[in-house]
């Protein structure tokens, strides 16, 4: 077996050996890489919507003092 074959192994593991297993780890993957992506969404729109409601007058409501966004913010992420 050639350098290319041990390097994928070694990032990628073993390929699988039946056509079963190659199914089972494409649903799995397809499952948890279309979960991570719509979590990435929902963070991104609740950091665009906490920034648009402080500029529309939450900081008045809430009365935000000093860096009170930021720390807010920072915690999001």
């Avoid at 990628?12 to 969404?41: H, Q």
């Avoid at 609740?46 to 648009?52: C, E, G, P, V």
């Amino acid at each position: 077996m050639g350098f290319l074959y041990n390097l994928r192994v070694a990032i990628w593991g073993v390929p699988p050996a039946t056509k079963e297993e190659r199914n089972l780890l494409f649903k799995i993957d397809w499952f948890i890489l279309s979960y991570v992506c719509l979590m990435y969404w929902v963070n991104y729109l609740d950091r665009a919507n906490l920034n648009n409601a402080y500029v529309s007058g939450a900081k008045e409501d809430l009365n935000f003092q000093g860096t009170q966004l930021n720390q807010i913010s920072r915690n999001i992420r």
